[in-house]
């Protein structure tokens, strides 16, 4: 397999700093020698930048830029039918635009979400007014819809196509989403069982042909404080590491995937670099060999 490597070094809009050196902490723990490793063709990293003289007052506006610039990136690599779009982002906010050039290129995106918390929150029923608390509802089309378009996502992805796993921490807005709308929801204690592997393959099944391609997104909060050390917003729970690590694997064999993601790691709060480890882990859990 051929994998281009996009990275996105921003956390919200901002760079230098806590989840924007994400990129290269996972860069500096040997993520595409291990690519190499296991026979996959790796091309050397593109990385997103947002010019100053295009950096508004405006975060919604300075994302959608920074989104933008992704969407072309991973259109652009998916030309190659056989190849798939690493994409390393500093936040959770930088999914649109990932999963916009997955929609650029296939026609249709579809979404399975690795996170603690939703990611589904709009202006009208956020808890905290957290803009990282929104991505995945952009990329639904319930909130802020300029941000959207400019990540090249001119349709919502659609509920039929979208999944949530391992959530431990949702708000009452989310939870009310989730039973209005049909995205398929596998929280962190169904990713607890020892057959985890079988629930997940079973739950994906029905909605293989919802999208043309997909975009497995991985909030690496979804394992915890003690495999990741440092998160902002740590969960009261979560599944068990290999349960996590059998999932990504299940969704690699079952779907159709045309980008990955890993997202959320603050490597200045790491001092032993665990969470780089099991980034790369659910990664290559995903990718699988060649």
Known sequence: MEISIICVPFQIDVGRWG???????????GLIDRLRSAGHTVIDPVWIELPNKERTRDTITNLGRIAHYTSE?????????????????????????????VA???????????????????????????????????ALGWEFADWREAAGLDTPVRPEAAALLGTSDLDPGEIAALQTHPILHLDAHELTHANVSERVAQA???????AAGWYVHIDLDVAGPEVV???????PYWPPRQNLLEAAATLG?????????????????????LGSIFGIEMAMAVIGTS
């Open 104 to 138: 650029q290129a296939c026609g249709s995106a579809g979404v399975a979400w690795f996170d603690a918390h939703g990611d589904m929150a709009t202006m009208e029923t956020t808890t905290s007014g957290m803009i990282g608390g929104m991505p995945y509802a952009v």
């Open 19 to 29: 989840c924007a050196l994400g990129p290269q902490a996972y860069l500096n723990a």
């Open 73 to 101: 990136q991973v259109s652009a690599a998916l030309h190659n039918p056989d190849r798939i779009a690493l994409v390393l982002e500093g936040d959770c906010n930088h999914a649109p635009g990932a999963i916009g050039g």
């Open 253 to 273: 064999h079952l779907l159709p995937i045309k980008a990955l993601s890993l997202a959320a790691y603050n490597p200045s709060s790491d001092p032993g670099k």
């Open 204 to 210: 994906f099944r029905p909605r293989l042909n919802e």
């Open 229 to 235: 050390p440092g998160a902002l917003t740590p969960a």
